[in-house]
T-cell receptor
Framework: KAGVTQTPRYLIKTRGQQVTLSCSPI?????VSWYQQTPGQGLQFLFEYFSETQRNKGNFPGRFSGRQFSNSRSEMNVSTLELGDSALYLC???????????FGPGTRLTVL | AQSVTQPDIHITVSEGASLELRCNYS??????LFWYVQSPGQGLQLLLKYFSGDTLVQGIKGFEAEFKRSQSSFNLRKPSVHWSDAAEYFC???????????????FGQGTILTVHP
């Protein structure tokens, strides 16, 4: 069974732009969570989706948004990029709300 | 609110030596506990998890961890470290509230493990 897939793997943007990251969960998994990893703040929870509904949200500004499609694939969007948004963005999928999270390889976003 | 503390930012051991990585958590009830490992530029790989039952849990790659409720700890151990174990290790706690998933994990700051030959 294929693992969690994240695209693109690397991304370079400039301040003020917006970006969309994609996550394809493991086949059959219906829950997708997103995390931001930075050297200063570590791993921080962004949000979680299950059955196309946001179930949990972390403490991030409204510039960070996400959605989940009927096939469980998820996207997250960051608008008006700031230098501090440079990070590794990790997606995790699980079978359901009480399922074990499996992480993808991440998308490395660099904001110049 | 739940929290996780990994007191050691960086640990160096010799190959073949034993290893213990410390993790302390704060949570109002019995938590779900996890240890993940991350190699440079990679995602997180699950080493082991504790949900309930036996407080000593076995994981992959020869790792084990012991849940100690009285000490709010979930330390990771390995009897003999291999050079390939060099990586960053993260302890995480998941919520265990009714209707709340543990898709929302709270992570410690991580411990970087260096292995000397």
């Amino acid at each position: 069974k294929a693992g969690v897939t994240q695209t693109p793997r690397y991304l370079i943007k400039t301040r003020g732009q917006q970006v969309t990251l994609s996550c394809s969960p493991i086949s059959g998994h219906r829950s997708v969570s997103w995390y931001q990893q930075t050297p200063g703040q570590g791993l921080q929870f962004l949000f979680e989706y299950f059955s196309e509904t946001q179930r949990n949200k972390g403490n991030f500004p409204g510039r960070f948004s996400g959605r989940q499609f009927s096939n469980s694939r998820s996207e997250m969007n960051v608008s008006t990029l700031e230098l501090g948004d440079s990070a590794l963005y990790l997606c995790a999928s699980s079978l359901g709300l009480a399922g074990l999270p499996f992480f993808g390889p991440g998308t490395r976003l660099t904001v110049l | 609110a739940q929290s996780v503390t990994q007191p050691d930012i960086h640990i160096t051991v010799s190959e073949g030596a034993s290893l213990e990585l410390r993790c302390n958590y704060s949570y109002g009830a019995t938590p779900y506990l996890f240890w993940y490992v991350q190699s440079p530029g990679q995602g997180l790989q699950l080493l082991l998890k504790y949900f309930s039952g036996d407080t000593l849990v076995q994981g992959i790659k020869g790792f084990e961890a012991e849940f100690k409720r009285s000490q709010s700890s979930f330390n990771l151990r390995k009897p003999s470290v291999h050079w390939s174990d060099a990586a960053e290790y993260f302890c995480a706690v998941g919520a265990r509230a009714g209707g709340t998933s543990y898709g929302k994990l709270t992570f410690g700051q991580g411990t970087i493990l260096t292995v000397h030959p």
